[in-house]
């Protein structure tokens, strides 16, 4: 079974900074795809970054790009989301995900991380 498990959600102050972990067992990380993605009340779920298993290339949406970064630790079996200079509009659930397939859909989720920024 694959379980991925986030965690170093909470409250900050618009401009600072967290640190989002995702702990994944039953895959070992280095040999796929891992993505994060967000929800905002009211909102779909959008794709947040991206670390590309074959490269290590790393892709981000325009909204977060120069501010987030996607990072692994294949010791650890973690994904990472270091977010700097957050907005008020970060505030969602933060979802992490893994996908078997190159170029498919994401097959496994975390159960999410709120996470809230204040004006």
């Known amino acids: 079974q694959v379980h991925l498990v986030e965690s170093g959600g909470g409250l900050v102050q618009a401009g600072g900074s967290l640190r989002l972990s995702c702990a994944v067992s039953g895959r070992i990380i280095s040999r796929y795809d891992l993505g994060w993605f967000r929800q905002a009340p009211g909102k779909e779920r959008e794709f947040v970054a991206q670390l590309r298993w074959i490269s290590g290339i790393t892709y981000y949406a325009d909204a977060v790009k120069g501010r987030f970064t996607i990072s692994r630790d294949n010791a650890k079996n973690t994904v990472s989301l270091q977010m700097n200079s957050l907005k008020p509009e970060d505030t969602a659930v933060y979802f992490c995900?893994?996908?078997?397939?190159?170029?498919?859909?994401?097959?496994?989720w975390g159960q999410g991380t709120q996470v809230t920024v204040s004006s």
């Open positions: 995900a893994l996908r078997d397939s190159d170029y498919a859909s994401y097959d496994y």
